[in-house]
Structure formats: structure tokens, C-alpha cells
């Protein structure tokens, strides 16, 4: 079983910068493949970035690609979405989650944060 908590959301005016953090407890991420994903109100859940165990493979949703970066530090248990040059349809609730698989389909996450708040204004 595997705890995720994630943090690092807030209000941020359009072209500003986030760092959100998903720390990570109860077994080691190292052996994991790990996800963003984000939901704005009315919109189904959708992919953001995953990146592999090792971290040496990373993917993104066209719409964040070169301006998120997405890292993991094993030794801490905890990953990272650096998201820069924010836009006001970056505002949702991001998810970290956990797979075992490199994949970009919700259904292939078991473990999943609580979710934090990303505001982006005009």
C-alpha cells in the first residue's frame, strides 16, 4: 500500500510558477512509475506527465509539454511537477498517482493523492 500526499498548490498569476511536491509513505516509490494528472471543474480527469521508476523517462500532455517538468527524488520518496509560464487553463486540482506501469491512462494508477489546488489568474 502506498500513501500519497501532495502539496505545493496555490493562486498564481498567469505566467508565474508552481512547485508541487507528492511525498510518498508506507512502501518505497522507487519501484513505481509515477503520474500527474489534473481535473478542472466540469472536465473529466486528464493526464499531465509520468515519469519512470528510474527516472530516466518522462512523457507530457501536449498542452503542458515545455513548460512542466516533471522529477522524483527516490531517496526522499517524493516526486515533483515544476509547472512555469502558467496559464489560466492550468487551473484544477492536480493528482500525483502511482503505477506499475509506464502509462498515461488514469486506469493504470492504482494509488492516488488527495489532490491540491492550482489557481491560475489573469
Known amino acids: 500500500q502506498v500513501q500519497l500526499v501532495e502539496s505545493g498548490g496555490g493562486s498564481v498569476q498567469a505566467g508565474g510558477s508552481l512547485r508541487l511536491s507528492c511525498a510518498a509513505s508506507?512502501?518505497?516509490?522507487?519501484?513505481?512509475?509515477m503520474g500527474w494528472f489534473r481535473q478542472a471543474p466540469g472536465k473529466e480527469r486528464e493526464f499531465v506527465a509520468t515519469?519512470?521508476?528510474?527516472?530516466?523517462?518522462?512523457y507530457f500532455a501536449d498542452s503542458v509539454k515545455g513548460r512542466f517538468i516533471i522529477s522524483r527524488d527516490n531517496g526522499k520518496n517524493t516526486l515533483y511537477l515544476q509547472m512555469n509560464s502558467l496559464k489560466p487553463e492550468d487551473t484544477a486540482v492536480y493528482y500525483c498517482?502511482?503505477?506499475?506501469?509506464?502509462?498515461?491512462?488514469?486506469?493504470?494508477?492504482?494509488?492516488w493523492g488527495q489532490g491540491t489546488q492550482v489557481t491560475v489568474t489573469s
Open positions: 498517482a502511482a503505477s506499475q506501469r509506464l502509462r498515461t491512462s488514469s486506469e493504470s494508477y492504482q494509488y
Open positions: 508506507g512502501r518505497t516509490l522507487s519501484t513505481y512509475v
Open positions: 515519469i519512470s521508476a528510474s527516472g530516466g523517462s518522462t
